[in-house]
């Protein structure tokens, strides 16, 4: 495997965007030292696809982006990182205290102009965060440290510019400083209100990630009704389209349209119900093919399911899928972003091709982000608004 250095090529056909967006967002993701990569720093733009072949870290980039966006949200560093050890690179060595880790960090623009996020991670011998630091542009707004490794904390100093410069105390070395910093700064100086200012940003940037890589084995059979949230791999997806049906009948027929465009055959509708002779509390989902025959999704191909699948994620939001928006911020400042490994797995290049254009659509609006990992993006050069990262030699 080659690691990534600086050097990546970064292709960026974007339509140019306002100096600083309304809606916080991440542009750009850095990778110091975590797995494959090293010194590596990737921009990000409201369409991203990191293109590579096998081994070239696409899916490390997308794990990394959903770690931060986790531990933005509360996370403690164990739920995050369960093999933490994985992160470490391959040839990293240990310190004299048999010390290793790893460095992940971004970038968030919005209001307050770049806010930069910088996280110092140690894997053995126990897990904790070591050092942190966020900062935009002017003086370190917070900065953390490990002094004392026989204690469960580590040193904070914020930012106050009132009568005393900085403000110290101990925070958690299992949780993300920045995201607790809203329970500890008073906001009562220009300092302090400038650190929960950038805080905030970041945090609200980070929230409202989807991880999502529909299995198409596990939408196939019926599925129990629940809450009517779009799971991870999408196994209950014939649950949801009878939800969105009901709820939505504009963004139902731009679903139809798009699985008319990416399946074989004619199709009129998409309809969910419950399965002859099964039970009122389990529910599938069918074709209408507009001649009195209605297909299962169980009978069609996995790029036809994907497609699917896919497709319902870019036209729905928060409250359809399983996320954790940011309840303190209207929906209306906030951004959806939608992590998609694997995004041209089983597709044909008509279904590849009609659900980047979506994508495309969707993520020119501004309310919804998508970073994917592809094997080859040359099939993407003739989209606008699509940022390339390349990955490998």
Sequence with gaps: M???????????????????????????????????????????????????????????????????????????????????????????????????????????????GPVRLDLAVQAEPELRIVGERLTAGGPTLLETALRDPGKRSVQAAWHTAGSSPVTRAPLPDDRLGTALLPLRVAGRTDGQRQVLA??????????????????????????????????????????????????????????????????????????????????????????????????????????????LALSLVLLTGPGVLEVDPAGEVPPALQTLTVLADGFDRDLDARQRECLLRLAARMCERGHIRLVAAVTDASWAAGVDGVTVVHLGP
């Design 2 to 112: 080659t690691p990534t250095t600086p050097a990546n090529r970064a292709e960026a056909v974007a339509r140019p965007q306002r100096a600083h967006p309304e809606r916080p967002c991440v542009t750009e993701l850095r990778l110091s030292s975590f797995a494959t990569h090293r010194g590596a720093g990737f921009p990000l733009g409201p369409l991203s696809l990191f293109a590579g072949p096998s081994g070239s870290g696409k899916s490390s980039a997308l794990r990394a982006y959903e770690a931060l966006a986790r531990l933005g949200g509360g996370a403690e560093l164990g739920e995050v990182f369960p093999d933490p050890v994985a992160c470490v690179p391959e040839r990293a060595r240990p310190d004299a205290q048999r010390r290793r880790g790893f460095r992940i960090g971004c970038t968030a623009d919005g209001p307050e």
């Design 198 to 307: 950038a805080a905030e940003q970041m945090v609200v940037a980070l929230r409202s990630v989807f991880p999502c890589d529909p299995q198409p084995r596990t939408m196939r059979a019926p599925v129990p009704l629940g809450a009517g949230r779009l799971s991870r791999g999408c196994g209950n997806l014939a649950e949801v389209l009878r939800r969105t049906r009901a709820e939505c009948a504009v963004r139902h027929g731009l679903l139809v349209d798009e699985v008319r465009a990416g399946c074989s055959g004619p199709v009129r509708d998409l309809l969910a119900e419950h399965p002859p002779g099964g039970s009122d509390a389990t529910v599938r989902a069918l074709l209408d093919r507009g001649d009195g025959l209605r297909t299962p999704l169980g009978h069609l191909g996995d790029g036809e399911l994907r497609h």
